[in-house]
């Protein structure tokens, strides 16, 4: 009974909606909760939808989780190394800020400050990095690593890893041009729209080099993290209203390190021998 809703969407201003349909489980009435907080945000598996349409009780749980957890480790462990945050923050952090993002979570930086801000409060336990504290340098800040759950994302669909259909959702150009085997973009008039998966991931995922779409899943994941990581302020950039610097577009183009592409070659060589092995 519990995961029975019935969620109702309407325009400000608009009708109100009709009375609910009688629901029956197992020949017992569902009752139909109204209360004033249920018709501001609601929860469902999970996930807060607020009544912005913006997810920002989402995000505001996960800010405030990540805090608590903080707080956790800088007074129950004295010796805080490197490796104890590491694994504190793989093992309890990560999965607040990432559980169903691809959903939730609208790709904008402005949005997602509260949790870039408790995420960085965290990483200033980490004195390793200097006496203001700081991340590994091989791990992604929020803002990006939802980009990189997002492509990981578009790359499974496409290659069949989900239930989900990838031409229902999204399509690739055709053609001879230099958009092909890139992802159209939809057109939405409404704003809000654009923070929907298959227009905000589409929109990163074309940052890629198009050849990664056909590799296999172990190694793209590596590579595209490798990619995010060597043109940070191009994916950045992408989320945010205003630049990052005033660097020209030629510099903020996609590029491919040449130590990216060593990797990409290795990776490819070594999982053409496990092949062969088999």
Request: glycine share 4%; hydrophobic share 35%; aromatic share 10%.
């Amino acid at each position: 009974e519990a995961k029975t809703q019935r969620l109702v969407f309407k325009h400000r201003g608009g009708r109100e909606p009709r009375d609910p349909r009688q629901m029956y489980f197992n020949n017992k009435h569902i009752i139909p909760m109204e209360t004033r907080a249920l018709k501001a945000k609601c929860e469902s598996l999970g996930v807060l939808m607020s009544k912005d349409m913006l997810f920002s009780d989402q995000i505001n749980r996960c800010a405030y989780s990540i805090e608590s957890l903080t707080t956790v480790m800088a007074r129950f462990f004295h010796n805080k190394t490197e490796r104890l945050l590491r694994r504190f923050y793989q093992i309890y952090i990560v999965p607040k800020f990432t559980y169903c993002s691809q959903i939730w979570q609208p790709g904008e930086e402005k949005y997602l400050q509260k949790i870039n801000n408790a995420v960085k409060k965290f990483w200033k336990l980490n004195k390793r990095r200097g006496p203001r504290g700081g991340p590994p340098p091989d791990i992604l800040e929020p803002t990006l690593q939802y980009i990189l759950i997002d492509m990981i994302f578009i790359h499974k669909i496409y290659h069949g890893g989900t239930k989900l259909e990838f031409n229902d959702y999204f399509e690739l150009n055709t053609g001879e041009t230099r958009q092909m085997g890139k992802l159209k973009l939809p057109k939405y008039d409404l704003m809000p729209n654009k923070y929907k998966l298959n227009y905000r991931a589409a929109a990163t995922f074309n940052m890629l080099p198009a050849n990664y779409l056909d590799l296999p899943s172990s190694l793209f994941k590596r590579a595209a993290k490798a990619h995010i990581m060597d043109n940070k302020n191009m994916y950045l950039n992408s989320t945010r209203d205003i630049p990052i610097s005033d660097a020209p577009a030629s510099e903020l183009t996609r590029t491919v390190s040449p130590s990216l592409n060593e990797m990409i070659n290795s990776l490819k060589a070594t999982n053409l021998s496990r092949e062969s092995d088999w």
